[in-house]
Protein backbone atom coordinates (compact mmCIF):
# COMPACT_ATOMS: atom_id res chain seq x y z
CA UNK A 1 0.00 0.00 0.00
CA UNK A 2 1.44 3.52 -1.14
CA UNK A 3 1.87 6.00 2.00
CA UNK A 4 3.39 9.41 1.25
CA UNK A 5 4.94 11.25 4.58
CA UNK A 6 5.63 14.84 4.85
CA UNK A 7 7.83 16.57 7.33
CA UNK A 8 9.65 19.71 7.84
CA UNK A 9 6.52 21.99 8.44
CA UNK A 10 6.46 24.58 11.41
CA UNK A 11 6.16 28.08 12.59
CA UNK A 12 8.36 30.96 11.09
CA UNK A 13 8.77 34.41 10.90
CA UNK A 14 7.70 36.24 7.99
CA UNK A 15 10.70 36.46 5.77
CA UNK A 16 12.20 32.99 6.91
CA UNK A 17 12.72 30.02 5.65
CA UNK A 18 11.15 25.85 5.74
CA UNK A 19 11.97 23.23 3.67
CA UNK A 20 9.90 20.42 3.20
CA UNK A 21 10.16 16.79 2.83
CA UNK A 22 8.16 14.00 1.36
CA UNK A 23 9.20 10.04 1.92
CA UNK A 24 7.04 7.42 0.02
CA UNK A 25 6.63 3.72 1.06
CA UNK A 26 4.92 0.88 -0.71
CA UNK A 27 5.99 2.32 -4.45
CA UNK A 28 6.10 -0.73 -6.93
CA UNK A 29 6.38 1.28 -9.93
CA UNK A 30 7.76 4.24 -11.57
CA UNK A 31 6.07 7.86 -9.88
CA UNK A 32 5.27 10.14 -13.04
CA UNK A 33 4.95 13.45 -11.30
CA UNK A 34 5.33 14.55 -7.55
CA UNK A 35 4.21 17.96 -6.40
CA UNK A 36 3.25 19.65 -3.24
CA UNK A 37 -0.08 21.71 -2.58
CA UNK A 38 -1.45 23.45 0.06
CA UNK A 39 -5.00 24.58 1.48
CA UNK A 40 -5.36 27.70 3.53
CA UNK A 41 -7.80 28.24 5.74
CA UNK A 42 -11.24 29.02 4.12
CA UNK A 43 -9.55 28.17 0.80
CA UNK A 44 -9.56 25.17 -1.83
CA UNK A 45 -6.37 23.04 -2.13
CA UNK A 46 -4.28 24.76 -5.01
CA UNK A 47 -1.15 23.57 -6.54
CA UNK A 48 2.06 25.30 -5.07
CA UNK A 49 4.68 23.40 -7.49
CA UNK A 50 5.51 20.17 -9.53
CA UNK A 51 8.03 18.26 -11.10
CA UNK A 52 8.28 15.22 -13.59
CA UNK A 53 10.30 12.61 -13.69
CA UNK A 54 12.64 14.28 -15.92
CA UNK A 55 12.86 17.61 -13.79
CA UNK A 56 10.92 19.80 -15.68
CA UNK A 57 9.03 21.74 -13.07
CA UNK A 58 5.94 23.89 -12.40
CA UNK A 59 5.03 26.91 -9.94
CA UNK A 60 2.11 28.92 -8.86
CA UNK A 61 2.64 32.38 -9.78
CA UNK A 62 2.53 33.49 -6.55
CA UNK A 63 5.40 31.27 -5.01
CA UNK A 64 7.92 31.92 -7.99
CA UNK A 65 10.99 33.11 -7.35
CA UNK A 66 10.91 32.04 -3.60
CA UNK A 67 9.86 28.16 -3.56
CA UNK A 68 11.84 25.29 -5.32
CA UNK A 69 10.91 21.78 -5.56
CA UNK A 70 13.46 18.91 -5.98
CA UNK A 71 12.96 15.49 -5.91
CA UNK A 72 15.58 12.02 -6.18
CA UNK A 73 13.96 9.66 -8.27
CA UNK A 74 15.91 6.99 -6.51
CA UNK A 75 14.89 7.35 -3.03
CA UNK A 76 10.92 8.22 -4.80
CA UNK A 77 11.41 11.53 -2.44
CA UNK A 78 10.24 14.93 -3.15
CA UNK A 79 11.11 17.92 -1.54
CA UNK A 80 10.35 21.96 -1.54
CA UNK A 81 12.64 24.82 -0.27
CA UNK A 82 10.72 27.65 0.44
CA UNK A 83 12.43 30.99 0.95
CA UNK A 84 11.43 34.62 1.83
CA UNK A 85 7.72 32.91 3.88
CA UNK A 86 4.84 35.26 3.69
CA UNK A 87 1.70 35.52 5.91
CA UNK A 88 -0.08 34.66 2.93
CA UNK A 89 1.85 31.11 2.62
CA UNK A 90 0.13 29.78 5.70
CA UNK A 91 -1.51 26.76 5.08
CA UNK A 92 -1.57 22.47 5.17
CA UNK A 93 0.84 21.54 2.71
CA UNK A 94 0.01 18.06 1.27
CA UNK A 95 2.84 15.98 -0.54
CA UNK A 96 1.06 14.59 -3.99
CA UNK A 97 2.72 11.84 -6.03
CA UNK A 98 0.87 10.49 -9.50
CA UNK A 99 1.44 6.67 -10.39
CA UNK A 100 0.27 5.02 -13.79
CA UNK A 101 -2.69 8.39 -13.52
CA UNK A 102 -3.73 7.64 -9.60
CA UNK A 103 -2.50 10.32 -7.51
CA UNK A 104 -1.50 9.49 -3.81
CA UNK A 105 -1.29 12.21 -0.95
CA UNK A 106 0.11 12.41 2.28
CA UNK A 107 -1.67 13.42 5.60
CA UNK A 108 -0.33 16.95 5.41
CA UNK A 109 2.19 18.96 7.08
CA UNK A 110 1.66 22.48 8.69
CA UNK A 111 3.07 25.94 7.65
CA UNK A 112 2.50 28.36 10.06
CA UNK A 113 3.77 32.21 9.44
CA UNK A 114 3.79 34.97 11.69
CA UNK A 115 3.59 38.62 10.42
Known amino acids: QVHLVESGGGLVQAGGSLRLSCATF????????MGWYRQGPQKQRELVAS???????NYLDAVKGRFTISRDNAKNTVSLQMNSLKPEDTAVYYC?????????WGQGTQVTVSS
Open 96 to 104: NARINQRDF
Open 26 to 33: GITGSIND
Open 51 to 57: ITRGGST
